[in-house]
C-alpha cells in the first residue's frame, strides 16, 4: 500500500483490494514518518473495508494506535447500508474536554498556585475506581443518563446557560437507559462527580496568544486571563457499555461481513443490536457531559475558597465542551449527494462551521469552538470549526496532541528524570496521583501539539483562535 502525498498536508491511501473507500491522512513531513511506523496506517486501511462507509476512511493530524479504529479517526457510514462499531468510538465513551474563562490575571492566583493545585487534587476524586461525593438511586442514575448536563444544572451544578455552550446541548436525546447493562450501572452509579485516571486533567492556564480578535471575543476569551481546561469521560460506564456490546457484537458478526481485524466488531446500524448500542452509547456520553458539568463546577468552587473570592470577582464563563469518542447520526454532503450518515469520531473533535443551526447565536459567525489539549508541559489551544472541515472530513478535526510513546515506553524513558522538578522550574505546578502518571504523562510522550495544530488550521479543517498557556496541571 503506497502512501501519496497530495500536498502539503493531506495524504491518501488509494482504494484497492478489499478498500470499500480510500483512506486519507491529514498530517505533515514532520509527523507522518511516525504514522508510517506504526499500525494506525494499517488500522486506517482496515476501516476503509468496512459496509456502508462513504466518501474516505480519514485520520486527523494527531493520529495513532487505538483499538480497532486508530485514535483521531473519523469515518462515516450510511445509516441504511453502513454499520455501527463500538471500537470506532472507543472505550471511554464521550471522554472530551471543557473550557471556562475566568476574569483572573496571572497576578491574581501568582501566590497561590501551589495552593490551588494541592486544593483541586484533594476536593476533586481522581484515580483508578475512584468515588465521587454524589450518591445515585438506579432511577436517578437513568435520570443522569437520559438528561446529560441539564441533570446536573438542575442539581445546582453550574449556570442555567451552560447548555447552549456544549455540545449537543450536553444531552444525546437517543438515550435509553433499558439498554445499558446493570453492570455498567453499577460501576458508573459512584463515580459523578471524579476525574478519571491516565491522560485526564484540569489545567489552569493562561490565554497567550490571540490570533483570531474576532472569535475570541465571540468565545469570551482574551490576552491575559485565567482559563480552566477539564479532560474527562464516562469512567466506568462508558467503558462498561464498550465493553459489554464489543463481547456480544464479536460473538454475533452480520453474515456477509468478512472483517479483516475482529477488534472492527459491529452490528448494521438498522439492525437491533446496532439500535441497541445507539441508545447505550447515548447513555454513557450523557453521563459523561454530566460528570463534566459537575466537575467544572467544583473546580470553581476551588478557586473561590482558596483565594476568598466571590462568584462575581470570579467571573467564570463556560467558553465550550466538546466530546472526542462518539457516534452520531448527521446529514452531510457525500459523493452521492446529501444523505444521514453515522459520524464515527474517535479522538476526533466535531468541527461545525460558521452558520451552523447546531451552534448558540453568540457563536454563529465565529464557527464552533474546537479545544485542543497538548501535555502538561507544552501549551493547550481553542480553534474554532470551518466550512472545509464540512466538506472534507464531515465536520471533524484533531482532539489532541496524540501520543507518539505508549504509556510503558513513556515510563521506561523518564527512569532517573525529576519530572515535577524539571515542570516546576518552568513555572507549571503538576499534582498527580503518583510517579507512574507522571511517567505515563510525561511531555515527550506525546506529538508536538503546536505541530498538530499547523496542520488542522493549515489545512483548514479548523482555524486557531487562541493558545493557552498551562500554570498548573492536575493529573487524575
Not at 14 to 29: L, W
Not at 138 to 149: D, H, I, R, W, Y
Not at 157 to 186: F, K, L
Not at 187 to 205: A, D, K, V
Request: glycine share 10%; with cysteine.
Amino acid at each position: 500500500m503506497e502512501l501519496l502525498q497530495i500536498d502539503d498536508y493531506r495524504w491518501e491511501i488509494k482504494k484497492a483490494g478489499a478498500m470499500n473507500v480510500p483512506a486519507r491522512i491529514y498530517s505533515s513531513t514532520a509527523l507522518i514518518e511516525a504514522v508510517k511506523q506504526e499500525e494506525a496506517f494499517k488500522q486506517l486501511v482496515n476501516v476503509a473495508q468496512l459496509p456502508g462507509i462513504v466518501d474516505a476512511a480519514l485520520a486527523m493530524p494527531d493520529i495513532h494506535w487505538g483499538y480497532g479504529f486508530p485514535i483521531g479517526g473519523v469515518a462515516a457510514f450510511d445509516c441504511d447500508t453502513g454499520i455501527i462499531s463500538p471500537g470506532g468510538v472507543g472505550y471511554d465513551i464521550n471522554c472530551g474536554v471543557r473550557l471556562s474563562c475566568t476574569k483572573l490575571t496571572r497576578k491574581d492566583v501568582e501566590g497561590s498556585l501551589e495552593t490551588l493545585a494541592v486544593a483541586m487534587q484533594k476536593q476533586i476524586p481522581s484515580g483508578v475506581g475512584q468515588k465521587g461525593a454524589i450518591r445515585l438511586t438506579n432511577s436517578e442514575l437513568k435520570k443522569v443518563m437520559k438528561q446529560g448536563s441539564q441533570w446536573a444544572i438542575n442539581q445546582g451544578y453550574g449556570d442555567a446557560s451552560d447548555g447552549t455552550r456544549i455540545e449537543d446541548g450536553g444531552c444525546m436525546p437517543n438515550a435509553d437507559p433499558d439498554a445499558v447493562s446493570q453492570r455498567a450501572m453499577e460501576r458508573g452509579r459512584p463515580q459523578l462527580g471524579t476525574l478519571g485516571s491516565g491522560n485526564h486533567f484540569i489545567e489552569i492556564g493562561l490565554v497567550e496568544n490571540v490570533f483570531d480578535p474576532a472569535a475570541a471575543d465571540a468565545f469570551g476569551i482574551a490576552e491575559g486571563f485565567v482559563t480552566v481546561l477539564l479532560h474527562t469521560g464516562s469512567r466506568g460506564l462508558g467503558h462498561q457499555v464498550c465493553d459489554d456490546f464489543l463481547s456480544s457484537m464479536t460473538r454475533r458478526q452480520p453474515k456477509g461481513i468478512r472483517l479483516p481485524d475482529r477488534q472492527l466488531a459491529c452490528a448494521m446500524f438498522r439492525s437491533p443490536e446496532g439500535e441497541q448500542y445507539f441508545h447505550a452509547m447515548a447513555c454513557a456520553a450523557n453521563f459523561a457531559w454530566a460528570n463534566r458539568q459537575v466537575l467544572m463546577h467544583m473546580a470553581m468552587d476551588v478557586f473561590m475558597d482558596v483565594l476568598g473570592i466571590s462568584p462575581r470577582d470570579l467571573g467564570a464563563r463556560l467558553v465550550y465542551d466538546v466530546c472526542h469518542n462518539i457516534a452520531k447520526t448527521e446529514h452531510h454532503e457525500t459523493a452521492g449527494g446529501r444523505r444521514m450518515v453515522c459520524v464515527h469520531r474517535k479522538g476526533a473533535t466535531r468541527s461545525f462551521a460558521p452558520g451552523s443551526s447546531q451552534l448558540c447565536d453568540q457563536y454563529k459567525a465565529a464557527g464552533q469552538p474546537v479545544l485542543i489539549p497538548g501535555d502538561m508541559g507544552t501549551a493547550s489551544y481553542v480553534l474554532a470549526g470551518t466550512e472545509n472541515a464540512m466538506k472534507e472530513t464531515f465536520g471533524s478535526t484533531c482532539h489532541g496532541a496524540g501520543r507518539v510513546l505508549s504509556r510503558k515506553a513513556a515510563v521506561k524513558a523518564s527512569r532517573g528524570r525529576r519530572l515535577r522538578e524539571e515542570l516546576e522550574s518552568r513555572g507549571i505546578f503538576v499534582r498527580a496521583t503518583g510517579k507512574q502518571t507522571m511517567a505515563e504523562e510525561m511531555p515527550e510522550a506525546y506529538k508536538d501539539v503546536a505541530e498538530v495544530v499547523r496542520v488542522a488550521h493549515g489545512s483548514g479543517i479548523s482555524r486557531k483562535v487562541a493558545k493557552l498557556r498551562p500554570i498548573a496541571v492536575i493529573k487524575g
